[in-house]
């Protein structure tokens, strides 16, 4: 595939628009380092983590301290997505003019609340927090299935027993422990406490990790098995095909609006912190092991997600005859010329802090950057221009847009271009497709990349 990649690249059809993406053996003290994702991160990191991932994904913000039954209501309501009730309860100590109604409102209606009384103004206590977080996370049939028996064990590692606590109360307590909806660590902090704010963002997190709208990832660069999950994630993938979309991009195609563009699965995004985030995209498996193999080597530990992508760009007639395989089709055109699609991928990946991924870069340029025919000491299948991007700013990154197509479905497509034909791109996208979401936004790639939009060779 890469031989196809530079032969396009000689062959001087450089457009603006295109968007071809684009086991190193540890130390003994390394290796006794080295953690993998099936250990606990320690109270601190965690809470760390759910903060910022509230505060970038939802703009939901705790003050350090006690946290209300009103805040709890609203942010719960916000994970949730939840839009305005149907109904409107008349609660006994909440007018509709109160900024908590809404969101009272429409977990009343979905059965989250129970009680007309909301005591919007009162501390959170901890118990009251789990009964809403187990509905909310839609653990309440399970919770209700547990006999008396049953939750005996699981209370008493939060320091009750189920005298005095009605069966339902007991029942979601239990299952709030055994589902992991409550982690240990705030175990000590549930008997006659009220909620602190971390206990309120662990819950939230919980609640969409149980809904599966958390984060998505295979592992971490550090896993001891994250080579099979890579493998497993890179042979289960095929090209993708959505008519729908292709309709309408590979038309682009023809028109020369753009000459490439990538089709995705939206199933499998990351869901990452973007502030924290690389995207980092190629065709091969064997380079993929080897950059998680050099990251670990660099002491690089990140979270890994894979998300499929096909490729689709112009093979041009004069290229020869194409050899078609599993992971490489094409489709002859009317002026002769072929639409090619390519399997390939990106690799998601959420760094532990700003400054390693800023290390990112070096270790890409030193390790994984061709710069000459004959150039060693890179691992395999290196290319000319690496494509790798943030969605956030970065010093030494270089500003491009993406325009990206939603349909009906789970598949996007998306065509990076300079910042100035977006508009003309996107204009195109609107013509030649109706009923979809057509939209451009800034990312910051990799300069290499920037420079093979523009024209230039590296």
């Known amino acids: 595939m890469m031989n196809l990649r530079n032969k396009w690249l000689l062959s001087g059809s450089l457009a603006l628009s295109l968007l071809f993406t684009a086991a190193l053996p540890l130390s003994a ?31 939901i913000t705790f003050q350090q301290g006690t946290v209300t039954r009103g805040q709890f209501l609203q942010e719960v309501a916000k994970v949730l997505h939840l839009g305005p009730a149907e109904s409107k309860p008349v609660f006994s100590d909440l007018g509709a003019d109160s900024p908590y109604y809404s969101s009272a409102a429409a977990l009343y209606e979905q059965g989250i609340i129970t009680s007309l009384k909301i005591e919007a103004d009162k501390p959170l206590q901890a118990t009251s927090a789990l009964y809403i977080a187990v509905k909310a996370a839609g653990l309440a049939e399970l919770a209700h299935s547990y006999p008396l028996s049953k939750t ?13 606590l009605s069966l339902s109360a007991s029942q979601e307590l239990a299952a709030a422990v055994h589902s992991g909806l409550l982690p240990s660590s705030f175990y000590k902090e549930v008997k006659g406490k009220a909620a602190s704010s971390d206990l309120a963002e662990a819950l939230l997190v919980q609640i969409l990790s149980i809904k599966g709208e958390y984060k998505h990832y295979i592992g971490y660069t550090s896993d001891a098995d994250i080579y099979g999950k890579l493998a497993d994630a890179y042979n289960t993938s095929d090209i993708i095909q959505s008519p729908e979309l292709q309709t309408v991009v590979d038309t682009a195609l023809k028109q020369n609006l753009v000459t ?37 080597s660099e002491g690089i530990r990140a979270k890994v997600q894979f998300e499929p992508k096909t490729s689709a760009f112009i093979y041009l ?34 760094f532990a802090n700003a400054a390693d991924k800023a290390r990112f870069q070096p270790v890409i340029l030193q390790y994984a950057k061709k710069n000459s025919e004959d150039q060693t000491g890179l691992i395999a299948s290196s290319w000319w221009q690496p494509l790798y991007y ?16 939603t349909g009906a479905g ?8 300079l910042n100035e034909p977006s508009a003309a791109i996107v204009e195109g996208f609107k013509k030649l497709g109706t009923g979809l979401d057509i939209q451009s936004y800034s990312i910051w790639v990799d300069k290499p990349f920037f420079n093979y939009l523009n024209g230039e060779s590296l």
């Open 317 to 350: 007639k004069e290229w020869g005859e194409p050899v078609q395989t599993e992971n490489y089709k094409v489709v002859q055109i009317e002026n002769g010329n072929y639409i090619a699609y390519a399997k390939e991928y990106d690799l998601k990946f959420e």
């Open 260 to 296: 490439g563009y990538n089709l995705k699965d939206n199933r499998f995004d990351a869901n990452f912190v973007d502030s924290l985030t690389l995207t980092y995209g190629h065709d091969n498996l064997k380079h993929a092991v080897q950059l998680i193999g050099l990251l670990r």
């Open 152 to 164: 005996t064990d699981a209370l008493k590692q939060i320091g009750y027993s189920h005298a005095g």
């Open 29 to 59: 003290a390394e290796a006794a380092a080295v953690t993998t994702s099936a250990v606990v991160q320690s109270s601190s990191t965690l809470i760390t983590e759910y903060e910022q991932f509230l505060q970038e994904k939802y703009g």
């Open 390 to 405: 943030s969605s956030t700013k970065l010093d030494d990154y270089i500003q491009i847009t993406n325009n990206k197509i």
């Open 410 to 417: 789970h598949y996007y497509a998306q065509s990076f271009s």
